[in-house]
């Protein structure tokens, strides 16, 4: 084990040197034209594992392409198998202006690396890479046998991965899935998560007249499809932060007095949450903390809203057109397709008949729940406290990873979420960054790890 940890310390520029190369991808799942971008990066991520001494393939699948990379292993061997999962894709990187140094051109400032992707999830899921090379480079033998896939779609809903796991189920079976692809408060508290939450996304468009029609001719006898959507949109949050939806909370279960006793033992106050966001003043569920609220709690969010004239200065029409792109976060014990008919119901229910209503259905995933009680969890405790040097807490994530039921349904392999994301990486913002403490105590975590994972 010395070897490995010597290994890590000697090696941390040449480290960083090939992170940015990895980093240079625009591997933007969700924007068409990357295409090209992702196959590249995929091409360079299977490469990059076959040079440090994994045996690695790529799967082509109808969206994106799935690494695939394996520590050698004896023929018969019975050591504990472990699957680490993380993505190479990552969100579209705009507004662009917004960013100091261009989001593909990584710079490190400080013991900071700016980039996009270079916390969701690159860095993080690289840490994992970099332990296990040194393993496999000082011939330091690697208690537990391990396949690395690394997937292409995470951001856009993975959904191509099921596919995937469902037709190699034999050689996936693993003991559980090491996923570094979530946050900590602070490197002072290291935390293993046991929850995600669940999504579903949609796409209202409202159309109005057949184009976009002179204000002064028209206004005042033809619906607004802008301000219409505006009205809907409005409707469905009442003044205590409550989603109006029926429905829309079936499923949730009250937090029990443990949970809310250690959601209480988080680190940080809400005056420090409004600063690093810059609000005016925080908004939400009455009758829960802001931390429950972010993580516990059904969401009903806008992500873009479109319509009308963009452009510079002023342009008087009523446009033809208004579109919301909208997400739901859910939680644990939520059927995403029953919540979804319960918003999809709703909107059709108070949609004024001036206007003609479409919408698209994207991707949903449920919540993950699973008590970290079990042996790996204990092992990965304690490997995090090693590397971090204090004590971890355990966490409800507010984000999504949309497999991470499929490996509990398909493979039933629970996971291990131990995130190395610190809350001011911007994290599909401009200006994402991931701090070099964290990408080397993730290093030393993943390498303790393993150790631990071998004698559980
Ligand atoms: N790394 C995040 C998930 C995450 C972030 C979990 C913070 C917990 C805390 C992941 O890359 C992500 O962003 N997932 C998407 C999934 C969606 C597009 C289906 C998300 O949560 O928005
Ligand atoms: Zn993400």
């Known amino acids: 084990m010395q070897g490995v940890l010597d290994y890590l310390k000697q090696n941390q520029n040449r480290f960083l040197a090939e992170f940015c190369e990895y980093l240079r991808f625009p591997s933007v799942s969700a924007q068409p034209q990357h295409k090209t971008d992702l196959q590249a990066c995929a091409d360079w991520l299977v490469n990059h594992c076959r040079q440090i001494g994994l045996e690695a393939n790529i ?85 537990c046998d391990l396949t690395f896939v690394i997937e292409g779609e995470e951001e856009v809903g993975s959904e191509c991965l099921s596919g995937f796991l469902k037709k190699n189920r034999k050689e996936l079976d693993c003991a559980a899935v090491v996923i570094s692809d979530t946050g900590m408060p602070s490197p002072k508290h290291p935390a293993l998560g046991y929850s995600l939450r669940g999504i579903i996304a ?90 429950e609220q972010r993580s516990a709690r059904p969401t009903f969010e806008i992500n873009g809203l479109t319509s009308g004239y963009q452009g510079e200065g002023s342009k008087t029409i ?82 999504s990873i949309p497999i991470v039921n499929q490996f509990k349904k398909i493979l039933g392999a629970d996971s291990l979420l131990l995130g190395l994301g610190l809350p001011d990486d911007n994290a599909h913002s401009p200006n994402e960054k991931f701090s070099l403490d964290c990408f080397e105590k993730g290093q030393l975590m993943s390498a303790y790890l393993w150790q631990e994972l071998g004698r559980v």
């Open 318 to 399: 009523i446009p033809s057109w208004a579109r919301a792109k909208i997400t739901c976060r859910l939680v644990p014990n939520q059927d995403p397709e029953q919540i979804r008919k319960a918003v999809l119901a709703h909107l059709k229910k108070i949609c004024p008949p001036t206007v003609r209503m479409d919408i698209e259905i994207g991707h949903g995933a449920e919540a993950y729940f699973v008590p970290p009680t079990g042996a790996p969890a204990q092992a990965a405790l304690r490997a995090l406290e090693k590397a971090f040097g204090h004590k971890p807490i355990l966490t409800r994530e507010g984000g």
């Open 59 to 143: 799967y082509l699948t109808k969206g994106h392409p799935i690494v695939v990379a394996k520590t050698p292993r004896a023929k018969n061997s019975r050591q504990p198998h472990y699957m680490v999962y993380g993505h190479y894709d990552v969100q579209p990187p705009e507004p662009l202006d917004l960013w100091k140094s261009p989001p593909f051109e990584p710079k490190i400032i400080g013991r900071n690396i700016f980039a996009r992707g270079s916390t969701d999830n690159k860095g993080q899921n690289f840490a994992h890479l970099k332990a296990v090379e040194a393993y496999l480079k000082t011939n330091t033998p690697l208690p």
């Open 202 to 291: 949609l796409e209202i468009t409202l159309h109005g007249p057949d184009c976009d029609l002179h204000s002064g001719g028209f206004g005042g006898a033809v619906d607004n499809p802008a301000m219409a959507l505006s009205q809907l949109l409005g409707q469905l949050r009442d003044k205590n932060g409550r989603i109006t939806i029926p429905g829309f909370y079936n499923g949730v279960l009250p937090l029990s007095a443990y949970e809310r006793k250690e959601y209480a033992r988080l680190p940080g106050s809400d005056a420090t949450l409004q600063k690093l966001i810059g609000v005016k003043k925080l908004f939400g569920e009455r009758g829960f903390t802001s931390s």
